[in-house]
């Protein structure tokens, strides 16, 4: 069989979870420690659809050894590595995320040296975001370290869309609208190439929380809209972005939340995009009011979650600000999550409020649902409006 | 909160002032759109293109870049920066004569330009006009001592200029002001493999690579110190490594052919060379590759084609071309040719050492001769620093001072040629010992035992192989067997050497071998041979080094016939001594290990002939071929199961081409003034007698031909 008949026959099994039967098939073909570069990538794959994270970045460190050029290995060993909590290696390898064949092109081309991570007093440094809503909450947090070791003026860059909330923010000496004339700079970083630059350790996590604040004026509309709203409001997401490259396995469906109704709870859509609509077909028994067309940016979502009790979403931007406003988050988590919620456990170093629900096997929400219609219970149970995640 | 204005209420100049802001902040698409706004208004203007060419440029949309700039530069008034840029981009395009064109320009409307200076001096660089690219960036250096790429530049520059230490200095200096300034590291790394440091090399060119896993030099480099240790498998990998991603690299595909050479796999070698000419018909290098390949595979007329086509291109590939097509010339026997051409190249590149080298071998020096006073005054510090230089350099001129008759001065300079060499590897004489006594245990006498000693088919008659050590007679030995009609010389192969060493370890593996496995090693050989064998019905294979594999030819190819040239011990070893080989001959660099290799190779030798039957392996002595030819040629005929042809009497006149260390000597007719050679240079080989076991080494006599017949062997031979 060549190379491109077993890629097409072994990658379906990949995407559908089944990494022991193509670690099967891929094993004898490696049994004298030889074979090609792709079979080894396979198997690293193989394993990690398994959750068999140390054992994949043993193989692709290898891989990463005897290829040292091919940067997509490298940026499949940052995940791992990562995923694993090893920061200081993970990092590095996963500053050739722009080096990627598809990635190259969108890579901004700043015309100013990226900062090294030394003090660089009396320069203006400019820090700007990348493509998720979820990464920008999630570093913006190390904007203030950036501006304590470099002793820089900082001028801050993001998107539109979480500009008011970053304009609340402190740690940074001006702020930016991507796309807009920016100012003088003398040197620039990406905002997660933070870590790496600075080193960043699981030690210095999580930092000063809450470093976002709501919107005092949308709290005090939101307070009045949900007055009225009985028992414990729990606001939900199901679905992320779906051009996000992982959605099929981060997403899910408002039915498969059914478990979770209950006596005593009422859930508030804050669902964004297409699936916004499904919450006219509801679950039995769900108590669910839509909240989604009054949501017209981040101020909002920012004042329901403030106001809401608890966030339930599966791995979307909401999720980080949550946790970066320091409100109870329940995330739901795929078998193999993406890097930053590392593996096997139910907190977070990066938000001290979110509490982690993983799938028990490949592609098993149901399991996780009904784990988590427990800990609803639980915490309804012990009293409405508690803070506890 | 600043927003663009809407666009048609800006003037140009701010327009230009916004493009430039949004394009140092890496927003292309506004400063595009900007830049457009004002070719709309002025098509051509000059600043609005630069900007354009510098985009382009960091898209790597490089054609379109220099096509912006070039506009940009048409203006009457042109800034001196953007004539640098444009001589940058056409450099890194390869148009080197466009960009030295640009980049005078550039500062000749601004002496000042330091960026400008700094480009120019590249460009000269790489167009082999390196006093003028050191004037340039010594400029640089000195406006501005603390430009880290100017300091790589310069140190660049001092290294084609064979300036090593100064060279490094400046890498160091680089490195200091960027310590992960992984171009200097790159180059720093090809440095050490200048100055025979491999392992310093290979640890440089890892951390360039660990900086920049795309810095496709740091591979090369890294390949390099491979290579410069004579480590072939090594140094394909580290060219597969850049090839695997990027499979176009012309520098990887031309340092790839070295190896493919080293392993016979010509086809290969050509193949890659051609595609580095196919994508870049203009690089010299490229054509040198090709001519060497073709030369490998024998075809010399296309070779000094390929050679005389680099010669014109500009590039740093002249002397190479040069000195190359002087060795194709030396082959076929074009000896005034090729001293000619050698000659050529030290007329336009003094400090040639391989042309000096070649030189050396053909021509006869004379006491006072001034060659040797001017390969003398290379040695001297400051001028020849790198170590193969050095190494080829002790050997020419030890060579010339033997030749005018100062054997002190002669053994001086191989001594410290061989002791130079010997430092760039590791061997182990025991190891080694160890290792040929396992082949003779691989072997016993019962393997051979059954009258049907050999398994492969027996329809073809081709494969001859001569064995012996290096420098005993071979080269000569299959000229005189090439020049019978139905006889093809094919040189020196390492054909059966690579098929052993793809089946397993040797001799480890022949235990596993069944009668088929044996069968299917001489299907593979006989198989490869008969493409080269010209449809004669022998083939000679001269490989020395094959004396290792006798029991298994003899087991493997019922056919074949082995002829082992044997030679006076002292005058083999001390002609082994004097010699530099080109490929490893390991033991040779030092006279206690080559007298211990003889011992471990006669005592095989013994093994061999003691279990092959005589119509399979015979032994030829070199001193008796010499001193009584016809008849030891007519043995050797008959050997081979063919009737005698004259032409073997005349065998220096056949023409043909012949690549060894023994070249120049098979050329001329019957020489007696090697036998007993080594007795004239008794005190200077102590180390080398001691190990052979021999007190005292005879002059060669009055009458060297009979003298010789009598030359003693060593004392003993060990009974194992």
Not at chain 1, 203 to 223: A, E, M
Not at chain 2, 507 to 524: H, S, Y
Request: with cysteine; net charge neutral.
């Amino acid at each position: 069989m060549d190379s491109k008949d077993f890629e097409a026959k072994i990658q379906p099994l990949l995407v559908a979870g089944r990494g022991a039967e193509v670690e099967a098939m891929v094993t004898p073909l490696l049994a004298n420690g030889g074979g090609p570069a792709p079979l080894w990538a396979a198997l690293a794959q193989a394993l990690r659809v398994q959750g068999r994270i140390a054992d994949a970045a043993k193989i692709q460190e290898m891989l990463v050894e005897a290829l040292p050029g091919h940067v997509s290995t490298r940026f499949d060993l940052a995940e791992s590595l990562l995923l694993m909590g090893e920061f200081e290696r993970g990092w590095r390898e996963y500053s050739y995320r722009y080096s990627l064949n598809h990635t190259y092109r969108i890579e901004r081309k700043v015309q100013r040296p990226r900062w090294d991570g030394r003090p660089i007093p009396g320069k203006v440094l400019l820090i700007h975001d990348e493509q998720g809503y979820g990464d920008t909450f999630q570093f913006m947090r190390m904007v203030s370290w950036a501006k304590a070791r470099s002793g820089a003026q900082v001028v801050l860059e993001v998107n539109h869309e979480t500009h008011s909330l970053a304009s609340r923010m402190r740690g940074f000496d001006a702020l930016t609208l991507r796309g807009e004339l920016p100012p003088h700079f003398d040197v620039h970083c990406e905002m997660m190439s933070l870590p790496m630059v600075m080193g960043l350790k699981m030690s210095d996590l999580p930092g000063s929380i809450p470093y976002l604040t709501p919107d005092p004026d949308r709290v005090q509309h939101w307070r009045k809209r949900l007055a009225g709203v009985k028992g414990l409001k729990v606001a939900v997401v199901w679905a992320g972005r779906p051009t996000h490259f992982n959605d099929a396995n981060r997403s899910m469906t408002l039915t498969a939340l059914a478990p979770l109704a209950q006596e005593g709870v009422t859930f508030l859509s804050i669902q964004k995009g297409p699936s916004e609509g499904d919450v006219a077909r509801p679950p039995p028994g769900m108590n669910i009011i839509g909240l989604s067309p009054e949501i017209r940016d981040f101020e909002d979502t920012a004042a329901i979650l403030t106001v809401a009790d608890l966030l339930i979403s599966v791995d979307s931007s909401p999720v980080h600000l949550a946790g970066a406003l320091a409100r109870p988050a329940w995330v739901m988590l795929p078998f193999l999550p993406d890097w930053r919620w590392l593996m096997n456990r139910e907190d977070t170093p990066w938000y001290p409020s979110v509490r982690l629900f993983r799938q028990p096997s490949w592609g098993n929400w149901q399991g996780l649902v009904q784990g988590m219609a427990k800990a609803l219970a639980d915490i309804r149970a012990a009293g409405p409006a508690g803070n506890r995640p | 909160m600043n927003t663009t204005p809407p666009q048609q209420q800006i003037s140009m100049e701010q327009a230009l002032a916004q493009a430039h802001a949004h394009w140092n902040a890496g927003q292309a698409d506004q400063a595009e759109r900007l830049c457009q706004h004002v070719l709309a208004i002025w098509p051509g203007q000059a600043d609005a293109s630069h900007l354009m060419g510098l985009m382009a440029h960091a898209y790597g949309n490089l054609p379109v870049a220099i096509d912006h700039l070039k506009r940009a530069c048409q203006a009457p008034r042109v800034p001196a920066t953007y004539l640098s840029n444009l001589a940058e981009m056409c450099r890194q395009a390869g148009r080197l004569a466009e960009a030295e064109a640009a980049g005078r320009r550039a500062i000749a409307i601004d002496h000042g330009l330091v960026a400008g200076w700094n480009n120019l001096g590249i460009i000269l660089q790489e167009a082999g006009k390196f006093d003028e690219s050191l004037t340039c960036l010594e400029q640089v250096v000195t406006l501005k001592p603390d430009y880290a790429e100017a300091q790589n530049n310069l140190a660049n520059t001092l290294k084609r200029l064979g300036r090593l230490a100064e060279a490094r200095h400046h890498y160091e200096a680089a490195l200091r002001l960027v310590p992960t300034y992984a171009e200097a590291l790159s180059n720093l790394s090809n440095l050490a493999t200048d100055m025979g440091q491999a392992d310093k090399a290979l640890t440089y060119a890892r951390q360039a690579i660990d900086i920049n896993p795309r810095l496709a030099d740091a591979y090369i480099n890294a390949a390099a110190a491979e290579q410069s240790r004579g480590n072939d498998v090594e140094t394909l990998r580290w060219v597969d490594k850049l090839l695997s991603f990027q499979p176009q690299h012309i520098g990887g595909l031309l340092v790839r052919t070295v190896p493919l050479r080293h392993l016979d796999r010509l086809d290969e070698a050509l193949e890659a060379a051609r595609r580095a000419v196919t994508l870049a018909p203009d690089n010299g290098e490229a054509h040198v590759a090709m001519g060497e390949a073709l030369q490998a595979l024998g075809r010399t007329d296309d070779a000094l084609a390929a050679y005389e086509r680099a010669a014109k291109l500009p590039g740093l590939a002249l002397e190479k071309a040069m000195v190359n097509r002087g060795i194709c010339l030396m082959e076929i026997g074009e000896t005034a040719a090729a001293r000619a051409a050698f000659e050529q190249v030290l007329a336009l590149f003094p400090r040639s050492i391989s042309a000096w080298f070649n030189l050396s071998d053909i021509m006869t020096f004379q006491p006072g001769d001034p060659a040797i006073a001017a390969m003398e005054a290379l040695l001297a510090p400051d001028t020849v620093q790198a170590r193969n230089d050095r190494i080829a350099l002790h050997f020419a001129l030890a060579k010339a001072w033997l030749d005018s008759g100062n054997d002190e001065r002669a053994f001086l300079h191989f001594d410290e040629g061989n002791r130079q060499k010997r430092a760039t590897f590791a061997y182990q004489a025991d190891a080694v010992g160890r290792w040929t006594q396992s082949i003779a245990n691989a072997f016993p006498a019962s393997v051979f035992a059954d009258p049907d000693i050999g398994v492969g088919e027996a329809d073809d008659d081709l494969p001859v192989f001569v064995v012996g050590m290096p420098r005993s007679g071979t080269t000569l030995v299959e000229q005189v067997l090439a020049s019978h009609g139905q006889v093809q010389g094919g040189g020196e192969l390492a054909t059966l050497n690579h098929i052993v060493d793809r089946i397993g370890p040797y001799p480890a593996i022949v235990e596993q071998l069944t009668a088929a496995g044996f069968a299917a090693i001489g299907r593979q050989y006989i198989d490869h041979v008969r493409t080269l064998s010209n449809s004669k019905r022998r083939f000679v294979d001269k490989m020395p080094s094959n004396f290792l594999y006798a029991g298994l030819i003899a087991r493997s190819m019922p056919q074949a016939r082995i002829i082992h040239v044997r030679r006076n011990a002292a005058d083999t070893c001390f002609s082994c001594y004097t010699k530099l080989f080109t490929r490893e001959q390991l033991f040779s660099y030092d006279l206690m290990e080559l007298g211990r290799f003889y011992r471990d190779y006669e005592s095989l030798m013994a093994h061999w002939r003691s279990v092959l039957p005589p119509d399979r392996f015979i032994d030829v002595d070199y001193e008796d071929l010499v001193g009584d030819f016809e008849p030891q040629a007519r043995r050797l005929i008959a050997f081979l199961g063919l009737s005698w042809d004259p032409a073997c009497t005349d065998f220096h006149k056949t023409k043909r081409i012949i690549r060894t260390a023994s070249l120049n000597q098979a050329r001329e007719p019957l020489f007696t003034r090697s036998i007993g050679r080594a007795g004239r240079y008794t005190p200077y080989l102590g180390p080398l007698l001691a190990a052979l076991g021999i007190d005292q080494v005879p002059q060669a006599a009055e009458k060297p031909a009979k003298a010789a017949k009598r030359a003693p062997r060593p004392a003993k031979e060990r009974a194992r």
